[in-house]
């Protein structure tokens, strides 16, 4: 994941606005590749993804039908997740408003409300592995392990500090130094999701 990748990225996203030769009537020999570009453009959001990837919106909310908000940020991360550990990523939760759907275990704020925060799972991969070596990307300031669903949270908020957390038997549990251990097994070393990974592929 480059810096010039990322904007690209933004860019083509920014421009899934109808442009101009979308709406231009001449359609000429160069019209099937432009018309192949722009559905590449308008439902694709990276190489690996669609934004329907992402939408975990209701599908009959007012409140946010026309909008769905995904952060390039997060995208990127997932698609560098995705390259270190050469596996499908499932997304099981991505955007939904408050309308749609309430936050469970009661958190304050739901990042999935802002478009920066998935949930996620790799098949055949423990979530306790998956969490591991999600704390090694420094953009993801969220992450949380869900036991009761079997999934990883990651989310891209503008904070400095990472919080952790495991949600558990219903409740949410923040992680600190000295009650990690309960929950989370220490990795025996630190490549452990990578020579883990690779043999069983
Ligand atoms: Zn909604
Ligand atoms: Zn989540």
Redesign the pocket.
């Known amino acids: 994941m480059t810096e010039t990748k990322k904007s690209d990225q933004k860019k083509s996203f920014r421009n899934n606005k109808p442009r101009s030769y979308n709406k231009n009537r001449n359609r000429n020999h160069s019209n099937k590749k432009n018309k192949k570009r722009s559905r590449w453009n308008a439902n694709r959001i990276s190489e690996h993804f669609m934004k329907r990837d992402f939408d975990s919106?209701?599908k009959d909310?007012?409140?946010?039908?026309s909008s769905l908000r995904i952060s390039l940020g997060l995208v990127g991360v997932i698609e560098a997740i995705r390259a270190k550990l050469n596996k499908r990523i499932e997304i099981v939760t991505g955007y939904?408003?408050?309308?749609?759907?309430r936050s469970k275990y009661g958190i304050r704020r739901d990042f999935h409300n802002n478009g920066v925060a998935a949930d996620i799972r790799v098949e055949g991969m423990d979530i306790i592995d998956l969490f591991h070596h999600v704390e090694q990307y420094d953009e993801i300031k969220g992450i949380g392990i869900n036991f009761d669903d079997q999934h990883v949270h990651i989310d891209t908020r503008k904070e400095d500090q990472r919080e952790t957390w495991v949600e558990k038997n219903e409740e949410w549990i923040q992680l600190t130094e000295e009650n990690r251990a309960e929950y989370i097994p220490e990795n025996i070393s630190h490549d452990t999701a990578d020579t883990k990974t690779n043999p069983t592929v």
């Open positions: 919106r209701k909310c007012d409140e946010c039908s939904y408003c408050p309308d749609c759907k």
